[in-house]
């Protein structure tokens, strides 16, 4: 009887990933032969940096549901960086190492990053946390956390998540350029999350 190597765990969610960012890549070396022909703008790279973060999100809500885990966003407005985390058995944030796509990323040094999880115009009043496991800041509930362990810094808690179920936090996210000087116009597009994915995409806009 032959016996052959177990599958990882992950393994599904890796052959999915692998295939779905084959095809970003493609998308995104066709656009740079794009903007090199015809000249790029600060139009087309705010829109490449948001669809960028609109596929990866979308790679991250499926990765979640195919190995059941709980996934978090973090953005850092002020590094112009996000990155995913993943909710491990001990109810502790870490981050997500298993594939490079969803490690940190920071975004052109002209560009800004804008979350909003507050006043959103869909309805917001069943949230994911009325089961009270999340406390308001994203963080794991004090009440199922050992405290009094000194171990290494533990990675920021996300604003978002991203449930095993499909379900998401409702969150708006702006990318944008603003120029400091010149005649330059200012340009934003926005990334909408309501329930679950799809996500949706807003812009240009003049406006934030």
Do not use: C
């Amino acid at each position: 009887m032959t016996n052959h190597p177990s599958r990882s765990f992950y393994s599904p969610g890796f052959t999915l990933l692998e295939v779905m960012l084959v095809l970003v890549i493609m998308g995104l070396a066709a656009s740079a032969i794009v903007m090199s022909y015809g000249g790029a703008s600060h139009l087309d790279d705010v829109k490449k940096q948001s669809q960028r973060f609109e596929v990866v999100f979308n790679m991250a809500s499926d990765f979640a549901v195919l190995n059941q885990q709980t996934l978090g966003l973090r953005v850092e407005a002020d590094k112009n960086t996000y990155h995913f985390l993943r909710l491990d058995d001990e109810q502790q944030w870490q981050l997500l190492t298993e594939d490079s796509t969803f490690a940190e990323f920071t975004l052109p040094e002209e560009m800004i990053l804008a979350l909003k999880l507050d006043d959103l115009p869909w309805d917001t009043d069943d949230n994911l946390f009325d089961n009270k496991v999340f406390d308001e800041e994203l963080s794991v509930s004090k009440d199922s956390v050992d405290i009094g362990k000194e171990e290494e810094k533990k990675p920021q808690p996300p604003q978002v998540l991203v449930l095993s179920s499909g379900e998401i936090t409702p969150f708006s996210l702006v990318f944008g350029f603003e120029p400091e000087f010149g005649s330059e116009q200012a340009v934003y597009f926005r990334i909408n999350g309501e329930d679950s994915i799809p996500l949706t995409r807003e812009g240009p806009l003049d406006a934030p």
